[in-house]
């Protein structure tokens, strides 16, 4: 296989991008990815019971947007779209999660934000939970990031081979709470620098302010460049850990607690941005991978309003909050339109100005509806796929359609097992209560054609994913 450098060359080559100088100017990008947390999980977009003035403080200095999208319910293909700006099919990243026993990974042919910015001269660095690989040869720093500080995939998976983990279910997860020391016990879940594995297991009691120091380190370090931090959170992922200093020792708040030390976290990176004299030349874009994990009940969060949750292609399972502040964004404005986060490559390229490589992705320059200078976005439809990465439904408007074909592995002996077919207005049903797909045959004929009409086009162009060689 070809190293990064002579990919990225090739790329250029191809795509007449040149490499153009960091300017001062050049604005920054902060993303940060909470794993698991509901819509309904902020205090901004509606929570009674969580507080988040930091991550608040995102909406009134920023743009809130409810109608923001991610590219499928589970963690995996999720965070493929929103490094490539594709549907997860595009890349071959749709099949449900990786494991430590899986052997694909992120193809490093496949040109991520990391990859564009760093082809612009900036600074880049991840840390936090990757899920895209654990092999050497689809790590961040294979993917265009300098450099790499977290784990490899979900905080209750074990190296090597995913055994010996304790009880789930809310119950495990409560007697796991009322046992902190348990993080280091009962789990073998690795901490990477980089390409090496450098604590295990690592202690997920201080991994979320760990995450958040070595992003401010970062940003200190290359505060007179320019920089993108990806900060994808281990958290509200089961299972939940905080630091001894601020855990709460009922479990019945543990995931009230871990929220809310994430919080604190974000407050201490954005004052952190604010003390540089960085906040007006920065882009801090928060949201998550998908719904919460509503069987963990009190260990899982809320989706609010919306339907069912992770793993589902209801509202709850891929509309997530989503906040953004940076230069030229209207702040304490609310956007209702349709985007997500296979618009956010396609997005940064407008904003920074530069071309993306000549290839095909999804995602939507979606610029003028982040700086509020466009009351309309220019994604008017969007796909859904299943954890497992079937075709399921489409939005298109305000319509929505799903048809939910029977899971095989739960109806093998049922032949006998129906069709749903689901239609609604989440205009005026936004908890997709009722089900109106009898009464308009045509709108239900008219999202099946060009759903399969989209899906074909993704399958036919598919690019292949990476995978390890046997020996």
Known sequence: MPSKPLLILAILSTSFIAKAPVHAESPNFVIIFADDQGYGDLSSFGSKTIKTPNIDRLASEGRKFTSFMVA???????????????????????????????????????????????????????????????????????????????????NDMNHPDNKGKPKGGADGMDILWNDPESTLTKWKTPLFKDEKIVELPVDQRTVTRRYTQNAIDFIEEHQKESFFVYLPHSMPHIPLYVPDDVRDSNP???????????????????????????????????????????????HGGSAGPLREGKGTTFEGGQRVPCLIRGPGVPAGTVCHELTGT?????????????????????????????????????????????????????RQGDWKLLIKKPRQNRNRNNTNAAIQTMLFNLSDDLGEQSNLADKHPEIVERLRTRMEQLDAEITKNARDPWFKEKA
């Open 342 to 394: 296979i618009d956010v490559l396609p997005t940064i390229a407008a904003i920074t100005k530069t071309q993306l490589p000549n290839r095909q992705i999804d995602g939507l320059d979606v610029s003028d509806l982040w700086m509020g200078k466009s009351e309309k976005s220019p994604r008017n439809e969007f796909i859904h796929y299943t954890s497992q990465g079937a075709l399921e439904g489409i």
């Open 72 to 154: 499928s319910p589970v963690c995996t293909p999720s965070r493929a779209a929103l490094l490539t700006g594709c549907y997860p099919k595009r890349v071959g990243m749709h099949q449900h999660v990786l494991f430590p026993t899986s052997t694909k990974g992120l193809n490093p042919k496949e040109h991520t934000i990391a990859d564009h910015l760093k082809m612009q001269g900036y600074a880049t660095a991840c840390f936090g939970k990757w899920h895209l690989g654990h092999h050497p040869e689809v790590l961040p720093t294979s993917n265009g990031f300098d450099t790499y500080l977290g784990i490899p995939y979900s």
């Open 252 to 298: 019945l708040n543990a995931y009230t607690n871990v929220i809310e030390h994430i919080d604190h976290e974000v407050g201490r990176l954005l004052n952190t941005l604010d003390e540089l004299k960085l906040s007006d030349n920065t882009y801090v874009i928060y949201t998550t991978d998908n719904g919460p994990w509503l069987p963990f009940k009190h």
